[in-house]
C-alpha cells in the first residue's frame, strides 16, 4: 500500500495512518471490519469536497472501500431544503459530495444512529467509527472498539480495512480511570444527556473512562444514547462503564484498577443545575428541535403523541435517519407530527446542516432541545439553548415559544 | 534571547514563529469557532470574541466532535486559522485532522501548559527536533 501498487488513495490513507499512529503511539494496525464516516459539507467546505472528488476521479479498482463504510447525516435534507432556507450552493456541493463518496463505494446511510438502525457492531468487533454519539454507544453499549475516527481517518480505514491500533482497541485502555457515584437515577431523556454532560465534564478528555455505579435501573437505548451522545460532547469522552449493566463491567473490579481512583459524587440537585444554567435567562425560544443524535422510531411516537390534539406555533423540527423516516411514514407519525403543524426532517442533523446560516435565514436564535449534546454544541453557532424535556419543549412550541 | 522551553510528547507539522493565545479551557474547531471571522464564538468559552487567527493556541484539552478532522483543512484554504495548537491532551481527531492538514501541533507536558506560557507572549513551536517543544522566545 504504502508503495503505491493499490493507486495513490491507499498510498494517502496507509500515510495518514501511520502519521496519525505515530502521533498517538501505535505499534500496528488491526483491522477493522466496518467504518462510518462524518462528513457533512459544513465540516468540509469546498477544499474538503474538492479533495474527495479528487479521489473520485481515480480508475475503480483504485478509488473503492475495502470494509462497509457507511456515513453519518448529512447538511440537509433536500426535500425540505426549501423550507430551512438552505441555499443553492449548499445543496450544490452536498450534491457534489455524495457523488464523490458514492464514487468511492460508500454507502450513503446518513445517520447518526446506526447502532439502533443499521448493523450495531457486536463485543470485541474492531470498527473505524466517526460521529462521538455513533463511537461511544459502541464502546461503551456494544462493547465494540474504536476510537474516534474524524472523516479523513474513518475514509482511510475504508480503504485500507484497518486502523492504527491505539486507544479504545486495546485492554489496558479499556479500564476505569474515574468513579462516578450517581445518587439519582435520570427519569427523561434530557435528564440522562445532563447526566451524561456532568460524567463528561468530570472526566475532562479523551483518554478518561468513567466508570458509573447507583443506577437503579437499567437504562434503554434512547437513554444510553442521550447518556452517551452528552458525555461524548462535553468531555470528549469515548468509553463509559455501567457496573452491573454494560458488558465489559458485570461486576466493579472487571474494570477498576487495583489502587486509588478518583471518585465523584452526582446526585439529584446537579443534574438540575446543569439543565437551569442553560435555561435561566430565556423564557421564550423561536424554535424546537429534536435531533443530535437522530431520533429512533420510539422517540417520533413519542413527539407524535405529545402533538397529538395540539398545534405547535413556532418551528418544531424532529430529525430522524434515512431508515427510520419509512417507518415512521408508515405508521403515521410523520403525518400525526405535521398535522399539528411540525416538521420532520431525515439524513441530517441539525448543527451539521449550516445552522449559523439557518439562524441568520430564519431569524432563530432561542432553541430548546431535550439533547445536551446541541446545548453543548449550538451556543457556537450563535444560538441561546434550553435544555428541556421533550414534554416541555412541546409545551413551548404549542404555546408561541414560552417556556412554562 | 530564549526563554523557557517545554517539551511535548508528541508533535506534527513545521517549526513556527507567533504570538500565544492562551486559556484554560478546551478547544474544537466546530463547538468554540465562528471559522468564517476566526474568532472563538461559543460564549463560555474563556476566549470568546478573540480572533485566532495567526495564533499559537495554548489550550487544555481536545473537546467535542470529530469535525476539526476536515475543519483545519478547510480554515487552511481559506488561510483563516491558527498557527498552530499547542494541548495539555490531544484527542485523535486533533491528530487527524493535524496530518491531513499538514498542521503544527503539540501535546502532552509535564506541567500545565496553559500555566506555562503567558498569554500574548512570542513563542516558538518545533515539532521537528527529537524532542517536540514550545520555546518562549
Known amino acids: 500500500m504504502r508503495a503505491g501498487a493499490f493507486g495513490p488513495a491507499v498510498q494517502w490513507a496507509i500515510d495518514h495512518q501511520i502519521r496519525v499512529g505515530r502521533y498517538l503511539g501505535a505499534e500496528d494496525f488491526v483491522a477493522v471490519t466496518q467504518a462510518h464516516i462524518m462528513a457533512d459539507t459544513e465540516s468540509l467546505g469546498v477544499a474538503g469536497v474538492d479533495w474527495l472528488e479528487g479521489w473520485a476521479r481515480l480508475p475503480e479498482k483504485q478509488r473503492r472501500v475495502r470494509v462497509p463504510t457507511i456515513t453519518d447525516p448529512r447538511g440537509t435534507d433536500f426535500a425540505a431544503a426549501r423550507r430551512l432556507k438552505h441555499q443553492p450552493w449548499m445543496l450544490a456541493l452536498e450534491r457534489r459530495a455524495i457523488a464523490a463518496f458514492e464514487a468511492l463505494g460508500v454507502l450513503m446511510t446518513d445517520t447518526c444512529i446506526n447502532y439502533q438502525t443499521i448493523m450495531p457492531p457486536v463485543r470485541g468487533e474492531h470498527v473505524a467509527y466517526g460521529d462521538t454519539g455513533v463511537v461511544i454507544y459502541s464502546n461503551s453499549v456494544c462493547g465494540a472498539r474504536s476510537n474516534f475516527e474524524g472523516g479523513p481517518s474513518a475514509l482511510s480505514a475504508g480503504l485500507t480495512g484497518r486502523t492504527p491500533r491505539y486507544g479504545y482497541h486495546l485492554d489496558e485502555r479499556r479500564r476505569a480511570t474515574l468513579l462516578v457515584q450517581v445518587g439519582a437515577t435520570p427519569r427523561d431523556l434530557n435528564d440522562w444527556g445532563a447526566l451524561g454532560g456532568i460524567v463528561g465534564r468530570l472526566a475532562g478528555d479523551y483518554w478518561q473512562v468513567p466508570a458509573v455505579v447507583g443506577l437503579e435501573r437499567v437504562p434503554g437505548s434512547d437513554e444510553m444514547k442521550h447518556f452517551g451522545a452528552a458525555a461524548a460532547s462535553y468531555g470528549s469522552v469515548a468509553l463509559f462503564h455501567m457496573v452491573g449493566i454494560t458488558p465489559e463491567a458485570q461486576r466493579l473490579e472487571d474494570v477498576i484498577p487495583v489502587g486509588d481512583i478518583r471518585t465523584h459524587d452526582v446526585g439529584e440537585a446537579d443534574i438540575r443545575a446543569f439543565q437551569t444554567a442553560y435555561a435561566k435567562e430565556i423564557d421564550t425560544v423561536d424554535l424546537v428541535v429534536f435531533s443530535a443524535p437522530q431520533l429512533s422510531l420510539v422517540e417520533m411516537r413519542q413527539v407524535a403523541d405529545l402533538l397529538d390534539g395540539r398545534r405547535a406555533t413556532i418551528p418544531l423540527l424532529a430529525i430522524t435517519s434515512p431508515q427510520v423516516k419509512p417507518d415512521a411514514d408508515r405508521m403515521g407519525l410523520t403525518r400525526r407530527i405535521e398535522a399539528a403543524g411540525g416538521t420532520v426532517l431525515a439524513g441530517m442533523c441539525f448543527y451539521q446542516s449550516y445552522a449559523r446560516e439557518m439562524a441568520e435565514a430564519n431569524g432563530w436564535k432561542r432553541l430548546a432541545t431535550n439533547s445536551a449534546k446541541l446545548t453543548n454544541i449550538i451556543g457556537g453557532y450563535g444560538y441561546r439553548p434550553a435544555l428541556m424535556s421533550m414534554e416541555a419543549c412541546v409545551a413551548a412550541a404549542c404555546a408561541g415559544g414560552r417556556i412554562a | ?137
Open chain 2, 1 to 137: 534571547m530564549s526563554g523557557p522551553v517545554f517539551y511535548a510528547t508528541a508533535g506534527m507539522g513545521a517549526k513556527v514563529r507567533a504570538p500565544a493565545l492562551v486559556a484554560k479551557d478546551g478547544f474544537s474547531a466546530r463547538y468554540d469557532l465562528d471559522r468564517i471571522k476566526g474568532v472563538f464564538s461559543r460564549p463560555q468559552h474563556r476566549l470568546a470574541g478573540e480572533s485566532y487567527v495567526g495564533r499559537v493556541l495554548v489550550l487544555d484539552a481536545a473537546k467535542g466532535g470529530v469535525a476539526t478532522a476536515w475543519m483545519l483543512y478547510e480554515m487552511k484554504s481559506r488561510g483563516v486559522m491558527p498557527a498552530a495548537l499547542v494541548l495539555n491532551a490531544v484527542n485523535p481527531i486533533m491528530a487527524q485532522g493535524a496530518a491531513l492538514a499538514d498542521f503544527t501541533m503539540i501535546s502532552g507536558f509535564e506541567q500545565d501548559i496553559t500555566q506555562a506560557i503567558a498569554n500574548g507572549a512570542m513563542v516558538e513551536v518545533d515539532p521537528t527536533g527529537e524532542r517536540p517543544c514550545i520555546r518562549v522566545l
